[in-house]
């Protein structure tokens, strides 16, 4: 069985906008709640009531991902981030992918997408410089580790 590298690509754009789809949510209701008035009329929150908007992002797309291989977004969806070696990745790779996460969500995701599409791979920039890939586990062609590929 060859190794297989597909793009996953309309599943990942929907895990996207879901996971940033209730980040959003999130951040929305928390800015309703703990923001002061701006003079544009609309609310701000800053100083340290900013933190906790910055925590639920690391613990939604960075702690999440490194315990479960997935957010609820690619979990539903039945994508699970994965190194290029098919094993569970660390935290140092899902901070990698995420700290480039504004490059590759740029322009409604153009770059994200020009880069699935054209990289041998099939990654976005912050997949590359982590040296992850994202798969669907109920695709058996791109699930099964190394390991038991050779097995077969």
Not at 51 to 68: A, D, H, K, M, Q
Not at 119 to 143: F, L, N, P, V
Request: proline share 3%.
């Amino acid at each position: 069985m060859n190794l297989k590298y597909k793009t996953n690509l309309t599943k990942r754009i929907f895990a996207t906008l879901i996971d940033y789809g209730l980040y959003l949510l999130i951040f929305s209701v928390y800015v309703l709640f703990f923001g002061t008035e701006n003079h544009e009329g609309g609310k701000t929150v800053s100083g340290f009531l900013a933190l906790p908007l910055f925590v639920i992002w690391f613990i939604y797309f960075i702690v999440i991902e490194t315990l479960n291989g997935a957010t609820l977004g690619h979990h539903c969806l039945n994508l699970k981030v994965v190194t290029l070696k098919r094993t569970d990745i660390k935290i140092t790779q899902s901070i990698k992918r995420h700290v480039l996460d504004p490059i590759d969500i740029l322009f409604y995701g153009i770059p994200a997408i020009i880069a699935i599409k054209n990289s041998e791979k099939h990654q976005r920039i912050g997949d590359m410089w982590a040296k992850t890939i994202i798969i669907d586990t109920k695709d058996i062609e791109q699930y099964l580790p190394l390991t038991v590929r050779a097995d077969l």
